[in-house]
């Protein structure tokens, strides 16, 4: 299955998910739009000042949750800015730590001064209202990754809507109208709001399907199946 990683110079070389070399810009996460809010968790992977290549949440000063398909490499982040160029603050990677289900965590090599996003106790249940958010490239083939971050409401489906999923720690998420996450997203949140705030329960891993982004359900990690991992790492 694909991998919504998106390749930027020889950091990573997984020929299969490469970009279009000839895309261009793309006007809207596919059928996205720009954020309509300030995110402070929200976390770009960059192998280069500006250069995208997977999303990620941060959940606590030090330590960001991304797809473990995103762990290549030394990289830079920006965190909790809607631009992947300025502002937010950044930071460099210290360590990163490979758990279940493509969830994986980055060791930030300082702390920032951002609120991080809180993982809830109380697994999601199907049907329940959903935000994914990302940089990922907005029309498949054909685009480069935006420079704003983009979002999409959608919703929990059951898992036997994707395939291959793990359904002890994975996610089915909805691509209604072949919309959805795409190259780049890789890692990115899927959030839900509880009492006025927005927690993150996904991280986003792969199409649940065959064809294009968009066009078939995609496979998140399960944040709150593996709770317990991420804050043994993220409050040690």
């Known amino acids: 299955m694909r991998r919504f990683l998106l390749l930027i110079g020889a950091l990573l070389v997984l020929p299969f998910l490469a970009a279009p070399a000839n895309a261009g810009p793309g006007p809207l996460i596919v059928g996205g739009r720009n954020a309509t809010e300030a995110y402070s968790w929200m976390v770009s992977l960059q192998s280069s000042p500006g250069q995208h290549f997977c999303t990620g949440t941060l959940v606590s000063p030090r330590w960001v949750v991304t797809a473990n398909h995103c762990l290549r490499g030394h990289f830079q982040v920006r965190v909790g800015s809607n631009s992947l160029t300025s502002g937010g603050q950044t930071a460099g990677m210290t360590t990163v730590a490979v758990g279940p289900d493509d969830v994986g965590?980055?060791?930030?090599?300082?702390?920032?001064?951002?609120?991080?996003?809180?993982?809830?106790?109380?697994?999601?249940?199907?049907?329940?209202?959903?935000?994914?958010?990302?940089?990922?490239?907005?029309?498949?083939?054909?685009?480069?990754?935006?420079?704003?971050?983009?979002?999409?409401?959608?919703?929990?489906?059951?898992?036997?809507?994707?395939?291959?999923?793990?359904?002890?720690?994975?996610?089915?998420?909805?691509?209604?109208?072949?919309?959805?996450?795409?190259?780049?997203?890789?890692?990115?949140?899927?959030?839900?709001k509880v009492?006025?705030?927005?927690?993150?329960?996904?991280?986003?891993?792969?199409?649940?399907?065959p064809g294009r982004c968009g066009q078939s359900p995609s496979v998140y990690g399960d944040l709150v199946a593996h709770r317990d991992f991420i804050t043994t790492y993220a409050n040690g």
């Open 195 to 209: 009492d006025g705030a927005w927690m993150v329960v996904g991280a986003t891993s792969r199409a649940g399907g």
């Open 105 to 192: 965590l980055v060791q930030l090599d300082r702390a920032v001064t951002l609120a991080p996003a809180k993982i809830p106790t109380t697994p999601v249940a199907v049907g329940t209202p959903l935000r994914i958010l990302g940089w990922g490239v907005t029309c498949d083939p054909g685009c480069q990754p935006p420079q704003t971050n983009q979002e999409l409401d959608t919703a929990l489906l059951a898992d036997s809507s994707c395939g291959g999923i793990t359904a002890a720690g994975e996610l089915c998420m909805n691509n209604p109208n072949k919309t959805g996450p795409c190259y780049g997203d890789s890692g990115g949140p899927a959030v839900q």
